[in-house]
């Protein structure tokens, strides 16, 4: 384990706050996935799409060939609410900048294969994320 003081970190608060921070089953995702399972449909949670590629879907619907990724306004770069940060902006600003390359690279290779990759941001109501996630397995699987 990497000490405090040998951390990317710019301090033990910011450290602890990144330690803290989950890559799955967040209150967004819990919501929409709430919502998508109590209208009748069923899904794998935190499963990857294409098995040699290490990037995984919130929630992936394998029959039906969607993957939905509930993206965090500040990690994914959201244009209406990502905030650069103060400190460390470089290390950060790379750090965004990476995350959306690579989410466009996702889409990218899951399109390629014959998936619909749908991404929500955190922000968005999790009944109009539901409605979007429902009306494309709807006309996927009609």
Known sequence: MVGAEQSWASS???????RGNRSRD???????????????????VSARPLPEVRRSADLLFAKAKVAVFVDGCYWHG?????????????YWADKISRNRIR?????????????????IWSHMDP??????????LKDRTN
């Open 78 to 90: 959201c244009p209406e609410h990502y905030v650069p940060s103060l400190t460390n902006k470089d």
């Open 12 to 18: 033990s608060r910011a450290r602890n706050v990144m």
């Open 26 to 44: 967040t209150r967004p995702e819990l919501a929409v996935r709430s919502i998508v399972h109590r209208r009748g449909f069923r899904y794998r």
């Open 127 to 136: 009944e109009e994320a539901a409605d979007v996630i429902c009306q494309a």
């Open 103 to 119: 989410d466009i690279d996702t889409n990218s290779r899951l399109e390629a294969e014959g998936w619909l990759a749908i991404r």
